[in-house]
C-alpha cells in the first residue's frame, strides 16, 4: 500500500508541475489529497503493520500524520488564496504545489519510516523541497533565507550522519544488518558508556534543526519570516513535529541504556535554553511572523523538557505538539489576511484590527487565549502535565525557571496581540483589502479542536498516544 502512494504521490507531484491548466491543478490537488487521506486511514487501521519493509504505521508515526494530512488540506486553500492574491503566473503556481505535494509525501515517509537510515534521508529531502517554497516570492531576502536554511539545516543532518556513522562501529561488533527502530535498542545495550553519549550528542544537535531547539534554533527564524504564510504553517508545524519525531524516536531506542540520566539533562538543557531564548526575543521583536516564530521554539523547549521530565511528560510532549501544531497554523493563517489588510508585518504600524477586520480580530483573540496556554485551551492541559512531571521527578529550580521565562513570553505575547487589535493610533492607512469572512472558517475549526481536544480527548487519540509511550514508561 506504502508503495502505491510513493508512486502515485510523486507522480501527481511531477504533473502538477508541468501542468498549467487552472482546472486540472484543482483535479490534481484534490486527487492528492484523496491519496493523503487514504493512506493516513489504511495506516490508522493497520497499525504497526511493516509496509515496503521499510515503513512502519506505529502509533507515533500514526498521530503525526493524521495532524498533516489535517493541514494538508488548510494549507492548500490558504496556499489558493495566497497565491491568487499575489497574481502569480500559471508556471510559478505550478512549482509551488508541486513543491508543497513532494515536501507532504517526504514527510509521511519520515513519519513513518522505521529504519534509522531511511528516516534521514526523507528528512534531508524536507529540506531541498521546503527549500523551493521559502524562496516562492524571489526576494532577496527569501534568496538569504533560503540558503540559511539550507546550509544550517544540512550541517545538522550532516552532523547526524555522523553520529549514525558513529553508531554503526559501535554496534558493528555485534554484527547488525539493520537500522530498525526495534532492533537498535537490544545492541545498545553492549555499547560503551562514552561512544553511547556521544552517538546521542551528534544526532540530537543534527535533529534540532528540523525541531527548533537550541543550539540549531536559528535555521528556521529567517524561514519562517520570508516564506509565504500558508508554508511558514507548515515549517512551524508540520515540519518542526519530524524534528520531534526524530528527537523521540532517537530518545527512545537509548531509553533503556546507561545515559538515560545524561539524555535527560542535554534535553533539559535545549529546552530550557530555547525557552529563555525565545523570551529574550519575544520582548523586542516587532515582525508579526519572526514573533510567531519565536513563540514556536518556546514552545518546542517545553516539548523537550516534557521528554526529559519522563513519565506524564512523554504523554505530554506528544498531545502538546498535536495542540502547537493546530494553534500555529492558525497564526500563519490568519496572518496572510492580517498582511493583506495592512500591508506590512510590523506590529507598531498596525492596530485597531477589530474595527478592520472583525471575524480575524476574534481569530486573534483566541490565538492569545489557545497560545498563552489560558483555559479552556488545551495547551493548559499539556502544559500543567509538563510541569505536573517536572515536579514529581524533583526538578524544582528547572520548574521555576520555565514558569519565569514562560511569564516573560506570555507578557509579550499579550502586549503585541492586544496591540493589534485594540491600538487606536489615528494615522494608520485606511484597510487596503477586506478579507473573505469565510477565509476564517478554517482556522476557527482548528482553535475549536483545540479547545475540544483538551477538554474531552477521544479515546482513540488517548489511545495512539499511550502506545506511543509505552516503552519509555
Not at 538543557?269 to 514573533?291: D, N, P
Not at 481569530?363 to 489560558?374: E, G, K, N, P, R
Not at 492541559?381 to 515536579?391: G, M, P, R, S
Request: hydrophobic share 55%; glycine share 4%; proline share 3%.
Amino acid at each position: 500500500m506504502f508503495g502505491y502512494y510513493l508512486i502515485i504521490g510523486f507522480l501527481i507531484g511531477i504533473v502538477s508541475m508541468l501542468n498549467r491548466n487552472c482546472m486540472v491543478r484543482i483535479i490534481l490537488l484534490s486527487t492528492f489529497l484523496a491519496v493523503q487521506t487514504a493512506i493516513t486511514v489504511y495506516a490508522y487501521f493497520h497499525l504497526n503493520e511493516i509496509s515496503s519493509g521499510y515503513f512502519k504505521s506505529d502509533a507515533l508515526g500514526v498521530i503525526f500524520l493524521c495532524v498533516l494530512t489535517i493541514l494538508s488540506f488548510t494549507t492548500f486553500y490558504h496556499s489558493f488564496i495566497y497565491l491568487k492574491h499575489r497574481k502569480d503566473s500559471s508556471r510559478s503556481q505550478s512549482f509551488y504545489f508541486a513543491a508543497l505535494i513532494m515536501l507532504i509525501i517526504v514527510m509521511t515517509c519520515a513519519y513513518l519510516a522505521s529504519h534509522l537510515g531511511v528516516m534521514w534521508v526523507f528528512i534531508e529531502l524536507t529540506t531541498l523541497s521546503v527549500a523551493v517554497l521559502i524562496y516562492h516570492e524571489r526576494t532577496p531576502l527569501s534568496l538569504e533565507a533560503t540558503w540559511k536554511y539550507v546550509f544550517i539545516c544540512s550541517i545538522g543532518i550532516t552532523i547526524t550522519f555522523i553520529g549514525i556513522i558513529l553508531l554503526s562501529i559501535a554496534i558493528g561488533e555485534t554484527e547488525i544488518t539493520n537500522f530498525s527502530f526495534n532492533a537498535i535498542p537490544a545492541q545498545l545495550l553492549r555499547v560503551n558508556t562514552s561512544w553511547l553519549k556521544m552517538i546521542f550528542l551528534f544526532m540530537i544537535v543534527g535533529f534540532c534543526t528540523k525541531m527548533g531547539l537550541f543550539p540549531m534554533h536559528t535555521a528556521a527564524i529567517d524561514a519562517h519570516t520570508v516564506a509565504p504564510p500558508p508554508i511558514s504553517a507548515f515549517i512551524s508545524t508540520t515540519l518542526m513535529n519530524v524534528g520531534f519525531v526524530s528527537i523521540f524516536r532517537t530518545y527512545s531506542i537509548f531509553a533503556h541504556t546507561s545515559i538515560l540520566p545524561w539524555m535527560n539533562t542535554i534535553l533539559f538543557l535545549c529546552g530550557l535554553i530555547s525557552i529563555i531564548v525565545s523570551a529574550a526575543y519575544l520582548l523586542k521583536v516587532t515582525h508579526l511572523k519572526r514573533m510567531s516564530a519565536y513563540s514556536s521554539i518556546e514552545h518546542m523547549g517545553l516539548a523537550a523538557i516534557g521528554i526529559a521530565s519522563g513519565g506524564i511528560g512523554y504523554f505530554a510532549a506528544i498531545f502538546h505538539m498535536i495542540l502547537h501544531s493546530f494553534v500555529k497554523a492558525s497564526v500563519f493563517y490568519q496572518i496572510d489576511q492580517f498582511h493583506r489588510n495592512f500591508k506590512t508585518y510590523m506590529i507598531n504600524e498596525t492596530g485597531n484590527y477589530f474595527n478592520r477586520n472583525l471575524p480575524g480580530a476574534l481569530v486573534f483573540l483566541l490565538i492569545l487565549i489557545s497560545i498563552t496556554a489560558m483555559p479552556p485551551s488545551g495547551l493548559f492541559v499539556t502544559e500543567f502535565w509538563i510541569f505536573k512531571a517536572l515536579f514529581t521527578s524533583e526538578h524544582i529550580f528547572i520548574f521555576i525557571l520555565v514558569l519565569f521565562f514562560l511569564s516573560i513570553a506570555m507578557y509579550s505575547l499579550a502586549k503585541n496581540f492586544l496591540y493589534i487589535l485594540f491600538n487606536q493610533t489615528k494615522d494608520l492607512l485606511p484597510a487596503q483589502e477586506k478579507p473573505n469572512p469565510s477565509e476564517t472558517l478554517t482556522q476557527y475549526f482548528l482553535l475549536a479542536l483545540v479547545f475540544y481536544l483538551g477538554i474531552n480527548p477521544p479515546s482513540g487519540m488517548i489511545n495512539l498516544i499511550q502506545e506511543a509511550v509505552k516503552n519509555l514508561l
